[in-house]
């Protein structure tokens, strides 16, 4: 198969899209960028990561435009969801009115981003989250206030009983979640799985690092916030991986029951490991995680399941490109 | 010399084995991992790190039976004894009834894992320890008390107080220690000694992670606690490493005259950097650390003495077939 | 061009020199290490970044002696000013008295180790900055006292009033700086910029190690610290790129009205990132900083510009050798 006839792998500009540019062309995948008309110098800066074409768009839902669309798949293009595309875009809107090929299953994307759905998930795959409080009078303890709009723990704060929650709610949205605050240290890792042989890899795993939670302990005053700005490399005692193996496993065997045929391709438990050496996990993100960013050349875990670089955006590249070669791109996207 | 003669590597699926394992194909040697049953499918999943053969155990003292003896034997297997495997074998039954070759001096095991050697053993190296306080009664600032069984530092606690201790200590062990607190941030140097060119090395260097005191600071409410949950990597100021690198050297020449032939292979500083640029040594491992699993590829140090990507584990297994190549396996072995 | 008639790198034997070294080797320059005695022994046991040739000095303004830089000049060095060359030689002196080539521009030096001047560059080119309490009387909140001679932040402490400030001055120096703390966490990117071809890179990101404040949280009293001690890696938020991309362009344009031709090869802006997602910046180092050495093979940025692994001292390297090459030396070094 030539390389003109392989598909070219697309996504916005922002999140993960270096690597995921990257990636492909490791595995001699053409790239379209989408990009907001400021950030075309940085993303051209890149003499290795920017993508063959750019795709100018002053607002991204352009992109669920006709004309957009005929565009991508005129190009023969497979769009790859990052965070900040199901951010931009909306997963319904993705569901509803997107016609392009899409990596994974648009409806993992759909439950990933409901805390209902999410819940259920977690649930029917037996993994341990924390307890929510259905109103401000059970807080019996350190809970977390979050949003459901609120990307990258904008407006998270803390609370420590009713009081606390009704002095600080006043004047900021309604549509939250009070979360029992889970003592321990985080652990995000990520998750692939390939659907084609069945088989889990654990790349990597990182933490978050949240502006200003993470250095409040330097000489911080006054409220505490929880807006992600980076990630941190780490890895977990090699005791802990039978445990998030099966985490892993669990939540791909429900999503199989819940939204058929389930989570595949990249994906990541946000956790907590509490010193019972027990992951308590908060969060799913169905889709490639920015902690991935770490490791565009392959993370410490990596190493144990390929002996090439391989990055979650280059592991998405080899998907799509094995199954293009297998005349079979419908199998891995929706 | 076929790989059919060279030994191959052996260790316990626990702690570090997927770095062994991997250090040891990439050196082109075979490799058996001991393994518990539910361990058996995610050590398999690994396509660049899995055993070669697995040895399913129920019970790790198992290994101590002279059938498994003789089936290491057969196998022609030199041991690689990281941390768990002390633990789960003890290091005292490792020199009176294990008799299959084991990387490194079985001694150092012993020294390294009773506090009273291996203060010792600090001492004579005169690398600066903190302080013990014989008696509750002399707590005359922070302190931590730490128990002498405890692995991974499970019911570690801080006192201020003689007070304080009796309050916390009621309910649990007596095999404790009193250790005085040093202000500063951590380093835990990874050390390599060649006993055939007798160089030191340091291959890398990483901070624990524990849960929940290295997060109590987001929201932290009771006690703090010190279990080991993972590993950060991290590098030391340049003008640190001359210090780094004698305390290294001192502990090997000490270790010369406390148990010959001293430790070699892997070893482990686990310091505190304080604000006056000295380095408080709070304990010895005299194996392989978990904290080289963040360094499969190698580490910020590792490039400037290899060339090729080296993990320890990887300079474990090119160790042990050079000596094998040269027919002196005995020199590394005990 | 033979590797005989291509310059040497050189540079005192601390801070990032095995990265500079190692780079040097890579690009397949010789190297030249000036090196106190009792390091010797250190430098020369990294097999594979220990300098060709080691020059021993007794103390470091030896190197500004008329014979010594005879020697420099006579193998053809040139030399790359690390953060513990400016503050061993002084970046007066440099300009003053060395006339060996220096790589990039000394005038940098002076601009980013004078905190007026430095102030002047950081607001000529619209980097936010902290405010400065110009008396101890206007302190309205938290701030850190800073001193200019300090290194690695030694002395630094934290104030929250006026008689805080007294209490805690008493005794210390007078040429002090009172800066507004600002909320959030740091991120130090490592720019590095290309006269040849006027690009510039994001070569890496790190975080500094301070002791004690950074492990403060773990069982703090007392005072506060800010000794750097070492280096820890982390990413930014994709998004957050073009923000420090623009900041590293803003530098290089007002450098240039400063002081001709401007900053050139690596630098680095010290920075926080608020909670708001605005970097603000409290420090520029105007040549390679040590939170480079994180990355000898590599960070998570430099893929995306480079095939090979591509640290900051190797990026050094190569633009020396390319100048060498097409005959104009001069126009990188000053």
Redesign the interface.
């Known amino acids: 198969m030539s390389p003109n006839e392989l598909p070219a792998i697309g996504t916005i500009c922002?999140?993960?899209?270096?690597q995921i540019f990257?990636g492909a062309r490791t595995e001699g995948l053409s790239t379209v960028g989408i990009c907001a008309p400021?950030?075309v110098?940085?993303y051209e800066?890149?003499?290795?990561?920017r993508p063959d074409e750019l795709l100018i768009v002053d607002d991204y839902t352009d992109i669920l435009s006709e004309e957009f669309q005929s565009e991508l798949k005129e190009k023969n293009v497979v769009i790859i969801p990052h965070g900040?595309f199901v951010e931009y875009v909306g997963a319904d809107r993705l569901l509803a009115d997107f016609d392009v090929p899409v990596f994974g299953n648009k409806y993992t994307l759909q439950w990933e981003s409901d805390r209902e759905r999410e819940r259920e998930w977690l649930d029917l795959a037996g993994i341990r989250v924390p307890k929510n409080y259905n109103s401000p009078a059970d807080i019996d303890?350190?809970a977390?206030v979050k949003f459901s709009g609120a990307k990258?723990g904008e407006g998270f704060f803390?609370v420590d009983s009713e009081e606390d929650f009704h002095d600080k709610i006043a004047g900021t949205g309604d549509d939250y979640t009070i979360q029992e605050?889970i003592?321990?240290?985080?652990?995000y890792p990520h998750y692939y799985y390939s659907p084609v042989d069945e088989?889990?890899?654990i790349l990597g795993?990182d933490r978050r690092?949240?502006?200003?939670?993470?250095?409040?302990?330097?000489?911080?005053?006054?409220e505490?916030?929880f807006?992600?700005?980076?990630?941190?490399?780490?890895?977990?005692?090699?005791?802990?991986?039978?445990q998030l193996?099966e985490m892993g496993k669990s939540l791909v065997d429900a999503s199989k029951e819940l939204f058929e045929p389930g989570v595949f391709g990249p994906f990541c438990l946000e956790t907590?490991?509490?010193?019972q050496?027990e992951f308590v996990t908060f969060e799913v993100s169905g889709r490639i995680v920015?902690g991935t960013?770490?490791?565009?050349?392959?993370s410490?875990y990596s190493?144990?399941?390929?002996?090439e670089p391989m990055s979650t955006g280059r592991r998405i590249a080899r998907e799509v490109r094995g199954a293009a070669e297998s005349g079979d791109l419908s199998r891995i996207t929706t």
Chains 1, 2, 3 share one sequence.
């Open positions: 922002s999140h993960s899209a270096l990257h400021e950030r110098e940085l800066s890149f003499s290795k990561a900040s303890g350190t977390i990258g803390l605050w003592e321990g240290t985080r652990y088989k889990l890899e795993i690092d949240e502006s200003n939670v993470d250095e409040y302990y330097r000489a911080g005053k006054g505490k916030s807006v992600v700005v980076g990630n941190k490399p780490l890895v977990a005692r090699e005791s802990l991986l039978p193996y907590i490991c509490t010193d050496l920015a960013n770490l490791y565009p050349e392959g410490p190493p144990y399941y390929y002996d």
